[in-house]
């Protein structure tokens, strides 16, 4: 990045250049390093969307939330396993996960999100100082990992060539609820030529643990989403004429049931700004 470039922050925490162009912070060599290498820089306060950082190795979502809440966010989970599948689940106040040897999940995501009564009240990039001893953390499937797969059959990544975070939208589809969470479900969005479309489902819904195959192809308006250059999370990006637009669900969905449902308090990643795992993504292939 030019550290001349005057940048700030957008309402969905991505920052961008004066000209309002999204601006990529992720080292220009973030694609082969390791795991550990990238959750390592990220812990020195390195922030930026992490698609295709330490390419080959799974990405996750985040939340914490406090133990009090764990069994409902569970439930939420196991009822809505399209946009929220699971991949661990800690012991209360533990900040360490089986996916990654000698991480913390208190430092090591390139951006957090703090939530108090469904309200986001800080994006640091640590959150030691937030930490509490009664908090359970869900690492849930990213569609970062399946990428991989349709990259392998040719299938563009518009954000990805942009230097772009994925463009995530807030649906007109309820989530089931579970307990006392509730809300919409999120999609994440990638323009697909014609030709590769069939491969993008195919290739998705082998990996059912990182969201699988889309919910939705073509015309937006099904889903409720109005305009496609507003993203409610992320950045718009710029489709070819002919591409189509695929959906996929998204684990920035509990999120959104926090903010519907405010719960006390909650820990996030920010949308795009995943956990990197040492876990490999063809360990979620089905076969």
Known sequence: MNSTRHSARDRTGTRRAADDRPVALVHADARAWRPDTARARFREGLAGPTAGVAA????????????????????????????????????????????????????????YRVWRDGEQVDEPTDVRAHWRSDLVSFLIGCSFTFEWALARTGVPLRHVEQGRNVPMYVTGRQCRPAGRLHGPTVVSMRPVPPRYLSAAIRETAL?????????????????????????????????????????????????????????????????????????????????
């Open 207 to 287: 990996l059912p643990a990182v969201h699988g195959s889309p919910v939705h192809c073509g015309d937006p308006s099904a889903l409720g989403i109005a305009d496609l250059s507003r993203p409610d999370f992320g950045d718009a990006v710029e489709p070819e004429p002919d591409d189509i637009p695929v959906f996929w669900a998204c684990g920035v969905t509990p999120q959104a049931a926090v903010m519907a449902s405010r719960p006390p308090f909650a820990i996030t990643h920010a949308p795009g700004q995943m956990f990197l795992t040492d876990e490999r993504d063809e360990q979620y292939r089905v076969v």
């Open 56 to 111: 080959g190795h799974t990405q996750a979502n985040l939340i914490a939330v406090p133990a009090d809440w764990a069994y409902d966010m569970l439930l939420f989970c196991t009822r809505n396993p399209k946009p929220c599948p699971v991949l661990d689940v800690t012991d209360a106040g533990s900040w360490t996960t089986a996916l990654a040897d000698g991480a913390d999940l208190r430092s090591d995501l390139p951006r």
